[in-house]
T-cell receptor, first 114, second 114 residues
Framework: SQKIEQNSEALNIQEGKTATLTCNYTNYSPAYLQWYRQDPGRGPVFLLLIRENEKEKRKERLKVTFDTTLKQSLFHITASQPADSATYLCALREGSSNTGKLIFGQGTTLQVKP | DTEVTQTPKHLVMGMTNKKSLKCEQHMGHRAMYWYKQKAKKPPELMFVYSYEKLSINESVPSRFSPECPNSSLLNLHLHALQPEDSALYLC?????????????FGSGTRLTVV
C-alpha cells in the first residue's frame, strides 16, 4: 500500500539550531514533493516544491532535499526561531497522473525553545 | 488578491440542519478542493473540481454535496450530518491540475455537529 511517513510526531530544538524533518514514502513515484507549514486552527501554507530532478532547493532559511533512490525528502530550517514553531507537512501526488490528488503525511510538530 | 476566503469561520449545527460552507478565490485558479481535517491528523481530500467540473469524489457520503457555481466559488452543502463529521473543513485552490504548483489554503471552517 502507499504510505507517506514523517519521522516523528514532535521535534523539540533550541533556538538557533538547525531543525531537520524527514519525509519517507513507499509505493509512490512522485515527480514532485511539497512542504507546508500549518499553525493551530489555520490552513496549511505552501512553503516549497521540489522536483524529482532537483536534489536540493532553498528559500531563505529553508532547505529541502529530495532523494528518489532513498524515497526520502529532508526539510531543514537553519537558525531556527520560536516563530518557526508549527506543524510541518510533506505532500505529494502520483507523478503519472494529473488527478490533483495531493496526499499529506501526518506532520511533524516542531517546537523551538528560546 | 492571493487568498482563499472561507465562510463562516465557525459553525455549529444540529443533525437535522442544512447548512453551506463557502469558499472564494480571485487568483484565477482553475482547480479547487475540499479537505477535511480532524484534530492532530493531516488534511484528507474530499473533492476536486477542475474548470468547474467535479474531477474527484473520494467516496464522500452523500450528506456532503459540493457545488462550483463559477470559477471563483466553491460551496459545500451539508445535510443530516453526524457528530463524527465535526472537523476543520479546508478549501484550497491551485492554478490547474496539469501543472504542479503549491496549493493555497483558506483558514478553514470549524464545524461542530451536535
Amino acid at each position: 500500500s502507499q504510505k507517506i511517513e514523517q519521522n516523528s510526531e514532535a521535534l523539540n530544538i533550541q533556538e538557533g539550531k538547525t531543525a531537520t524533518l524527514t519525509c519517507n514514502y513507499t509505493n509512490y513515484s512522485p515527480a514532485y514533493l511539497q512542504w507546508y507549514r500549518q499553525d493551530p486552527g489555520r490552513g496549511p501554507v505552501f512553503l516549497l516544491l521540489i522536483r524529482e530532478n532537483e536534489k536540493e532547493k532553498r528559500k531563505e532559511r529553508l532547505k529541502v532535499t529530495f532523494d528518489t533512490t532513498l524515497k526520502q525528502s529532508l526539510f531543514h530550517i537553519t537558525a531556527s526561531q520560536p516563530a518557526d514553531s508549527a506543524t510541518y507537512l510533506c505532500a505529494l501526488r502520483e507523478g503519472s497522473s494529473n488527478t490533483g490528488k495531493l496526499i499529506f503525511g501526518q506532520g511533524t510538530t516542531l517546537q523551538v525553545k528560546p | 488578491d492571493t487568498e482563499v476566503t472561507q465562510t463562516p469561520k465557525h459553525l455549529v449545527m444540529g443533525m437535522t440542519n442544512k447548512k453551506s460552507l463557502k469558499c472564494e478565490q480571485h487568483m484565477g485558479h482553475r482547480a479547487m478542493y475540499w479537505y477535511k481535517q480532524k484534530a492532530k491528523k493531516p488534511p484528507e481530500l474530499m473533492f476536486v473540481y477542475s474548470y468547474e467540473k467535479l474531477s474527484i469524489n473520494e467516496s464522500v457520503p452523500s450528506r456532503f454535496s459540493p457545488e462550483c457555481p463559477n470559477s471563483s466559488l466553491l460551496n459545500l452543502h451539508l445535510h443530516a450530518l453526524q457528530p463524527e463529521d465535526s472537523a476543520l473543513y479546508l478549501c484550497a485552490s491551485s492554478q490547474d491540475l496539469g501543472r504542479e504548483n503549491g496549493y493555497t489554503f483558506g483558514s478553514g471552517t470549524r464545524l461542530t455537529v451536535v
